[in-house]
């Protein structure tokens, strides 16, 4: 139904809304049950979309650590190489 929803802290480039929307659409279809939702559950879904990036975003700006900032292009490298060992090439 959805894609992994991946880590989104201490990320240099920091994160941006695209990508905190794009993971709470895949919280939201997860919990919902619904890739697409009905024309009567619609509002509902938007609605928990919004509030659940809003949430999201502010979570992500008051969160705090000491560790330095990934590079996004090492851990994507670092989560390909597992993949392919767990699944193959």
Do not use: H, W, Y
Request: net charge positive; with cysteine; glycine share 4%.
């Amino acid at each position: 139904m959805c894609r992994n929803i991946k880590t989104l802290f201490n990320f240099d480039p920091p994160v941006t809304p695209e990508e905190v929307r794009a993971a709470s659409l895949q919280f939201v279809r997860k919990i919902s049950g619904f890739n697409k939702p009905s024309k009567s559950n619609e509002q509902a879904f938007q609605g928990a979309l919004d509030e659940i990036a809003d949430v999201s975003m502010r979570l992500l700006r008051s969160l705090e650590t000491n560790a330095p900032p990934k590079n996004r292009e090492e851990e994507a490298a670092k989560a390909k190489a597992r993949a392919a060992e767990r699944f193959g090439d």
